[in-house]
């Protein structure tokens, strides 16, 4: 008696944990198994916000209504927004960020998976990195740090319609899609 007591005692706890673990792999599939470009292109077109940057350095959520308050003051704001993403086919799209000096544009063109290989007009990162001007060996050194830095194999993954995450070796970053009536 006991022992059925005790198996049906772990059975009943058990239960849900397995039921969240499922749950929880279904959401991870969808994120992470994506086998078509399209799992990342479909509807991307629009303006989003990089929300990476609302988070501390240690880690740390932002501050509850940070990101309310952020979307409020910076979608639709043309002289200080976010990136605007526009597809260009099913398997690749731009993203548009508006610099000091004036808009940069990059391409992610996917390879397989969830990876887009990110390029990009190498004299408009100069320009907005205010590298253009700099002469000498330490410009040189530094265009082609940054060059180095930023044309890379990049993970991009939706983790739903409006998040998305880019993942470098250095960072991920993480976007949020502006409301529609904010465009």
Do not use: K
Request: hydrophobic fraction near 45%.
């Amino acid at each position: 008696m006991r022992l059925t007591l005790a198996f049906t005692l772990a059975f009943v706890v058990a239960g849900p944990a397995h039921a969240e673990i499922e749950a929880d792999f279904a959401d991870a599939n969808r994120i992470f198994a994506q086998v078509s470009p399209l799992a990342v292109t479909d509807d991307i077109a629009g303006e989003w916000l990089p929300l990476s940057t609302l988070a501390n350095l240690n880690g740390a959520e932002p501050d509850p209504g940070l990101i309310s308050s952020f979307i409020e003051r910076i979608c639709g704001n043309d002289p200080v927004r976010g990136a605007t993403f526009t597809p260009l086919d099913d398997s690749s799209f731009e993203m548009t960020s508006a610099t000091a000096r004036g808009d940069l544009t990059y391409r992610f063109d996917w390879i397989g998976g969830a990876q887009f290989y990110r390029s990009f007009d190498p004299a408009a990162l100069f320009s907005a990195l205010g590298l253009d001007t700099m002469d000498a060996e330490r410009g040189q050194e530094m265009r082609a740090r940054s060059l180095d830095g930023t044309s890379s194999l990049v993970t991009v993954h939706r983790l739903t319609p409006d998040l998305l995450a880019m993942a470098t070796a250095q960072r991920v970053e993480i976007y949020g899609r502006c409301p529609e009536g904010d465009l």
